[in-house]
C-alpha cells in the first residue's frame, strides 16, 4: 500500500520523562547508563533522535546541567554523531523560568524542548525570554516549542510576528495532555493544524506529535500520514498498537518504523532528519 508522497520521517525516542518509574515498567531506563542503553537499541531501530531528562540520585526529574553534559558526552561516544540530542527544560511544576534558561545556559545543547506556557509563566520574563531566545538562536540552539493546547501556538505566533523572538525551529503536538485518563485520539491532531493553520509565520514549521494510552500508534501514524513526525516512547506509552506491553523502547520505535514504512513513506537520512528539524549542529 502506497500513501501520496511525503518528505522523509523523523522519529524521536522520548525513552524515559519525568513522572514514571521502574515500578511502571522495569524496562524505563532511570540511571545514565540505562538512558544510554536505550537510547543506543533506540537509535538501532530507527531513532533519529532522542528527547531525554535526567534523574537525580532517587531518581526524580531535575534541570542539572552537570548530569545532561555528562549524558551527552556519553550518547554522542555511544551513538555518534548521527543521532540528535534533545534535553527539556520541562518545570514539573518546580522549576522556573529563570532555571529554565540557565540550564540550556549551561548545557548549550544542540537541541532543547521547551513547553511554550512554562517559559512565559510570568509577564515579567517577557525580555529576559527574549534575550534568552535571541541568544538561542546565535548558539544555533534548535528549540521544539512543546505545544499543549492550541492557544500555546497563538502566543508563540504573536511574539514571532512581534519580532521579540525569532521563527521557531520545530513545534511538537501534545496530544491528550490534559484529557481525563490522558488517553489521546487521532481527531486530537485537528484543532493544532487549524491553529497552525491561522499563522503565516508556522505554517512551513516543521511539526511532530506525542500521544499517551494505547491509540498512540494510530495517532503517530496520522500524523506521519499528514506530513508530520513522531515521538514515541515510555514517556508517554508503554502499549503497542494490539494492546501488549512492549519489551522496550527500542521495540516501540521498531514497531512504528515498521507501520510507517508499509505505508510506503521512507525514514530521513541523518543529514535529512537535522534538516527536518532544523537542529544545525553539533
Known amino acids: 500500500m502506497h500513501q501520496a508522497a511525503r518528505e522523509p520521517f523523523v522519529i524521536m525516542v522520548a525513552p524515559n520523562g519525568a513522572r514514571r518509574t521502574k515500578a511502571d515498567h522495569p524496562a524505563l531506563p532511570i540511571t545514565q547508563a540505562e538512558i544510554v542503553d536505550a537510547v543506543a537499541d533506540a537509535h538501532a531501530a530507527g531513532a533519529h533522535a532522542a528527547h531525554v531528562h535526567v534523574r537525580d540520585e532517587n531518581g526524580q526529574h531535575v534541570l542539572d546541567a552537570d548530569r545532561y553534559l555528562r549524558l551527552t558526552e556519553a550518547l554522542r561516544a ?3 554523531n548521527d543521532l540528535i540530542i534533545q534535553i527539556t527544560t520541562e518545570a514539573l511544576g518546580r522549576y522556573t523560568p529563570t532555571e529554565q534558561r540557565a540550564l540550556v545556559d549551561a548545557v548549550r545543547p544542540e537541541a532543547v524542548s521547551i513547553a511554550m506556557r512554562e517559559l512565559f509563566a510570568d509577564a515579567d520574563d517577557e525580555q529576559a ?3 534568552f531566545l535571541a541568544w538561542a538562536a546565535s548558539e544555533q540552539i534548535a528549540i521544539q516549542w ?15 510576528d512581534a519580532r521579540t523572538m525569532p521563527e521557531a525551529d520545530a513545534l511538537l503536538f501534545v496530544l491528550g495532555r490534559y484529557t481525563a485518563g490522558q488517553q489521546s485520539n ?9 491553529a497552525r493553520k491561522r499563522h503565516p509565520c508556522l505554517q512551513n514549521r516543521p511539526w511532530s506529535v506525542c500521544a499517551f494510552g494505547a491509540d498512540e ?3 503517530l501514524v496520522a500524523a506521519m500520514t499528514l506530513d508530520g513526525d513522531a515521538r514515541i516512547g515510555f514517556e508517554n506509552n508503554l502499549l503497542h ?3 501488549s506491553v512492549a519489551a522496550d523502547n527500542a521495540e516501540r520505535v ?4 515498521r507501520t510507517v514504512e508499509k505505508l510506503g513513506f521512507e525514514p530521513a537520512t541523518p543529514a535529512e532528519a537535522r534538516k ?7
Do not use: S
Open 78 to 80: 555511544r551513538c555518534g
Open 129 to 131: 525570554n527574549a534575550d
Open 146 to 160: 512543546i505545544i499543549y493546547a492550541p492557544d500555546d501556538l497563538d502566543r508563540l505566533a504573536e511574539r514571532i
Open 186 to 194: 487521532p481527531v486530537d491532531i485537528v484543532p493544532f493544524l487549524e
Open 217 to 219: 500508534t494510530d495517532c
Open 241 to 243: 498498537a494490539d494492546g
Open 254 to 257: 521498531a514497531a512504528l518504523t
Open 276 to 282: 527536518r528539524l532544523n537542529v544545525r549542529r553539533p
